[in-house]
Protein backbone atom coordinates (compact mmCIF):
# COMPACT_ATOMS: atom_id res chain seq x y z
CA UNK A 1 0.00 0.00 0.00
CA UNK A 2 1.47 3.28 -1.02
CA UNK A 3 2.36 5.54 1.97
CA UNK A 4 1.32 8.94 2.03
CA UNK A 5 4.90 10.50 2.52
CA UNK A 6 3.45 13.91 2.91
CA UNK A 7 2.25 12.91 6.49
CA UNK A 8 5.56 10.96 7.72
CA UNK A 9 7.36 14.09 9.47
CA UNK A 10 3.65 15.22 10.89
CA UNK A 11 3.50 11.52 13.08
CA UNK A 12 4.75 12.55 15.75
CA UNK A 13 2.57 15.69 16.34
CA UNK A 14 -0.28 14.00 15.53
CA UNK A 15 0.49 11.53 18.20
CA UNK A 16 -0.32 14.48 20.72
CA UNK A 17 -3.66 15.87 21.97
CA UNK A 18 -3.54 18.39 19.80
CA UNK A 19 -2.48 16.11 17.05
CA UNK A 20 -5.36 13.77 17.03
CA UNK A 21 -7.61 16.96 16.87
CA UNK A 22 -6.29 18.57 13.71
CA UNK A 23 -6.40 14.76 12.45
CA UNK A 24 -10.33 15.02 12.21
CA UNK A 25 -9.81 17.96 9.20
CA UNK A 26 -7.08 16.11 7.91
CA UNK A 27 -9.21 13.26 7.40
CA UNK A 28 -12.11 15.08 6.31
CA UNK A 29 -9.82 16.54 3.56
CA UNK A 30 -8.99 13.00 2.62
CA UNK A 31 -12.32 12.36 2.04
CA UNK A 32 -13.75 15.37 0.44
CA UNK A 33 -10.37 14.75 -1.80
CA UNK A 34 -12.14 11.42 -3.00
CA UNK A 35 -9.03 9.71 -1.81
CA UNK A 36 -9.10 6.03 -0.38
CA UNK A 37 -9.50 6.44 3.51
CA UNK A 38 -8.58 2.65 4.44
CA UNK A 39 -4.43 4.29 4.45
CA UNK A 40 -5.33 7.01 6.63
CA UNK A 41 -8.22 4.74 8.92
CA UNK A 42 -5.62 2.16 9.42
CA UNK A 43 -3.03 5.40 10.75
CA UNK A 44 -5.64 6.53 13.30
CA UNK A 45 -5.60 2.74 14.49
CA UNK A 46 -1.86 3.29 14.73
CA UNK A 47 -2.27 6.51 16.56
CA UNK A 48 -4.63 6.56 18.62
CA UNK A 49 -5.81 2.96 18.87
CA UNK A 50 -8.92 1.13 18.01
CA UNK A 51 -11.63 2.78 20.15
CA UNK A 52 -10.36 6.39 19.96
CA UNK A 53 -9.06 6.05 16.58
CA UNK A 54 -12.64 4.80 15.37
CA UNK A 55 -14.18 7.81 17.02
CA UNK A 56 -11.63 10.58 14.73
CA UNK A 57 -11.93 8.64 12.11
CA UNK A 58 -15.85 8.64 12.36
CA UNK A 59 -16.52 12.11 13.22
CA UNK A 60 -13.82 13.36 9.60
CA UNK A 61 -15.57 10.85 7.81
CA UNK A 62 -18.75 12.27 8.38
CA UNK A 63 -17.24 15.71 8.30
CA UNK A 64 -15.96 15.09 4.68
CA UNK A 65 -18.99 12.96 3.57
CA UNK A 66 -21.29 16.00 4.02
CA UNK A 67 -18.77 18.27 2.09
CA UNK A 68 -18.80 15.97 -0.67
CA UNK A 69 -23.05 15.12 -0.83
CA UNK A 70 -23.26 19.19 -0.73
CA UNK A 71 -20.93 19.54 -3.34
CA UNK A 72 -22.44 17.37 -5.58
CA UNK A 73 -25.59 18.38 -5.38
CA UNK A 74 -24.81 22.11 -5.87
CA UNK A 75 -21.16 23.66 -7.10
CA UNK A 76 -20.16 20.27 -8.56
CA UNK A 77 -23.01 19.40 -9.86
CA UNK A 78 -21.95 18.56 -13.70
CA UNK A 79 -18.92 17.61 -12.50
CA UNK A 80 -20.07 14.95 -10.31
CA UNK A 81 -22.27 13.72 -12.93
CA UNK A 82 -19.36 13.29 -15.80
CA UNK A 83 -17.19 11.64 -12.70
CA UNK A 84 -19.83 8.85 -12.02
CA UNK A 85 -20.38 8.65 -15.93
CA UNK A 86 -17.62 5.47 -15.87
CA UNK A 87 -19.35 4.10 -12.69
CA UNK A 88 -22.35 2.42 -13.76
CA UNK A 89 -22.88 0.93 -10.26
CA UNK A 90 -23.05 4.06 -8.81
CA UNK A 91 -25.48 5.40 -11.28
CA UNK A 92 -27.68 2.66 -10.68
CA UNK A 93 -27.44 3.74 -7.17
CA UNK A 94 -28.38 7.21 -7.31
CA UNK A 95 -31.33 6.14 -9.44
CA UNK A 96 -32.85 3.78 -7.03
CA UNK A 97 -31.52 5.42 -3.80
CA UNK A 98 -34.96 8.20 -4.37
CA UNK A 99 -37.67 5.35 -3.92
CA UNK A 100 -35.35 2.93 -1.06
CA UNK A 101 -33.98 5.88 1.09
CA UNK A 102 -32.85 5.47 4.17
CA UNK A 103 -32.31 1.59 4.03
CA UNK A 104 -30.34 1.73 0.15
CA UNK A 105 -28.05 4.27 2.34
CA UNK A 106 -27.48 2.01 4.94
CA UNK A 107 -26.87 -0.95 2.82
CA UNK A 108 -24.15 0.72 0.97
CA UNK A 109 -22.28 2.13 3.90
CA UNK A 110 -21.65 -1.59 4.73
CA UNK A 111 -21.00 -2.79 1.55
CA UNK A 112 -17.28 -2.71 0.65
CA UNK A 113 -18.74 -2.93 -3.53
CA UNK A 114 -18.85 0.42 -3.29
CA UNK A 115 -16.22 2.95 -2.86
CA UNK A 116 -16.92 5.49 0.02
CA UNK A 117 -15.81 8.99 -1.44
CA UNK A 118 -17.35 8.58 -4.93
CA UNK A 119 -20.52 7.08 -3.17
CA UNK A 120 -21.07 10.86 -1.11
CA UNK A 121 -20.97 12.42 -4.79
CA UNK A 122 -23.65 9.84 -6.17
CA UNK A 123 -26.10 10.41 -3.57
CA UNK A 124 -25.44 14.27 -3.93
CA UNK A 125 -26.88 13.88 -7.65
CA UNK A 126 -29.98 11.92 -6.11
CA UNK A 127 -32.82 13.22 -4.26
CA UNK A 128 -32.07 11.31 -1.52
CA UNK A 129 -33.07 13.82 1.49
CA UNK A 130 -29.84 15.17 3.90
CA UNK A 131 -31.25 13.57 6.76
CA UNK A 132 -31.44 9.72 5.35
CA UNK A 133 -27.93 10.42 3.78
CA UNK A 134 -26.26 11.54 7.27
CA UNK A 135 -28.32 8.65 9.42
CA UNK A 136 -27.09 6.18 7.06
CA UNK A 137 -22.94 6.97 8.37
CA UNK A 138 -23.64 4.63 10.53
CA UNK A 139 -23.13 1.90 8.92
CA UNK A 140 -18.99 3.19 7.99
CA UNK A 141 -18.83 1.82 11.35
CA UNK A 142 -18.05 -1.83 11.43
CA UNK A 143 -15.45 -0.84 8.93
CA UNK A 144 -14.14 2.28 10.56
CA UNK A 145 -13.15 0.17 13.55
CA UNK A 146 -12.31 -3.05 11.94
CA UNK A 147 -9.75 -0.88 9.88
CA UNK A 148 -8.39 1.30 12.77
CA UNK A 149 -7.87 -1.95 14.86
CA UNK A 150 -5.42 -3.32 11.91
CA UNK A 151 -3.89 -0.06 12.05
CA UNK A 152 -2.76 -0.62 16.00
CA UNK A 153 -2.42 -4.33 14.64
CA UNK A 154 0.20 -3.14 12.42
CA UNK A 155 1.48 -0.29 15.04
CA UNK A 156 3.69 0.90 11.95
CA UNK A 157 2.76 2.40 8.75
CA UNK A 158 5.79 0.02 6.98
CA UNK A 159 3.14 -2.91 8.53
CA UNK A 160 0.30 -1.70 7.01
CA UNK A 161 0.23 -3.88 3.66
CA UNK A 162 1.48 -7.21 5.55
CA UNK A 163 -1.44 -6.80 8.13
CA UNK A 164 -3.93 -5.93 5.23
CA UNK A 165 -2.59 -9.14 3.30
CA UNK A 166 -2.21 -11.69 6.52
CA UNK A 167 -4.65 -14.31 7.61
CA UNK A 168 -7.67 -12.88 8.83
CA UNK A 169 -8.90 -13.43 12.43
CA UNK A 170 -12.71 -13.73 13.20
CA UNK A 171 -13.56 -10.14 13.71
CA UNK A 172 -12.39 -9.74 10.31
CA UNK A 173 -14.32 -12.61 8.81
CA UNK A 174 -17.82 -11.30 10.76
CA UNK A 175 -17.50 -7.57 8.51
CA UNK A 176 -16.37 -8.94 5.65
CA UNK A 177 -19.54 -11.56 5.81
CA UNK A 178 -21.36 -8.19 6.73
CA UNK A 179 -20.17 -6.64 3.85
CA UNK A 180 -21.36 -9.38 1.55
CA UNK A 181 -24.51 -9.69 2.61
CA UNK A 182 -25.43 -5.62 2.32
CA UNK A 183 -23.79 -6.20 -0.71
CA UNK A 184 -26.20 -8.86 -2.11
CA UNK A 185 -29.30 -7.01 -0.17
CA UNK A 186 -28.21 -3.60 -2.48
CA UNK A 187 -28.04 -5.57 -5.80
CA UNK A 188 -31.63 -7.03 -5.21
CA UNK A 189 -32.93 -4.05 -4.43
CA UNK A 190 -31.36 -1.78 -6.95
CA UNK A 191 -32.61 -4.87 -9.33
CA UNK A 192 -36.25 -4.47 -7.70
CA UNK A 193 -36.44 -0.50 -8.27
CA UNK A 194 -35.19 -1.11 -11.94
CA UNK A 195 -37.60 -3.52 -12.72
CA UNK A 196 -40.66 -1.39 -11.30
CA UNK A 197 -39.73 1.75 -13.72
CA UNK A 198 -39.74 -0.43 -16.22
CA UNK A 199 -43.22 -1.28 -15.73
CA UNK A 200 -44.07 2.06 -15.11
CA UNK A 201 -45.90 3.68 -18.17
CA UNK A 202 -43.79 7.06 -19.19
CA UNK A 203 -45.51 9.97 -20.79
Known sequence: MATPDALLPLLPFLRSPLGALVFIPIYALWVTLLLPGVWASMLAGALYGTVWGSVIVAVGATLGAEVVF????????????????????????EQAVSRQGLRLVLLTRLSPAFPFS???LAYGLSDVSLRDYTIG??????????????????????????????QADGAVWIVRLLGIGATVAVTVLITR???NALKTPTD
Open 118 to 120: LLN
Open 137 to 166: LVGILPGTVLFCALGQLAGDVSRFGDVLTG
Open 70 to 93: LLGRGWLRAWARRRLAAAPKLQAV
Open 193 to 195: VAQ
